[in-house]
């Protein structure tokens, strides 16, 4: 539509839609991750819930339609993982995610002290 409204001053006055011609290559969404460490993997849904039996857990709409891998690390204690990073714990019974450590916190904060 707006391809072929106004012309362009980049494309010595054509229309983008004139010059556009289509990927020859199919598009190839990535494969789901594999949490082979995990118990399970869980598809999150639209509204950012991860559904156990008859439990929601909220986690966040951001990995709405993304798999996560669980695995219980102590007794109803379970880890959440999205790829490489560990995002936070819940139990059954509290049904919310607590934070994990920040993976990209610095260990030390540095400073220029004079001596």
Request: aromatic fraction near 6%; proline fraction near 7%; charge should be neutral.
């Given at each position: 539509m707006y391809n072929n409204e106004r012309p362009?001053?980049?494309?010595?006055?054509?229309?983008?839609?004139?010059?556009y011609t289509p990927?020859?290559?199919v598009y190839q969404p990535p494969p789901d991750p594999e949490y082979p460490y995990h118990d399970r993997t869980i598809r999150i849904t639209r509204c950012g819930r991860i559904c156990i039996g008859h439990r929601k857990i909220n986690l966040s709409t951001v990995f709405a339609g993304q798999t996560v891998g669980i695995r219980e690390v102590e007794d109803q204690i379970w880890l959440v993982s999205f790829l490489h990073y560990d995002l936070g714990f819940f139990d059954m019974d509290e049904g919310r995610v607590e934070p994990a450590p920040n993976p990209f916190e610095p260990d030390k904060v540095l400073t220029m002290c004079p001596e």
């Open positions: 362009h001053q980049a494309l010595s006055g054509a229309y983008p839609g004139d010059l990927s020859a290559r």
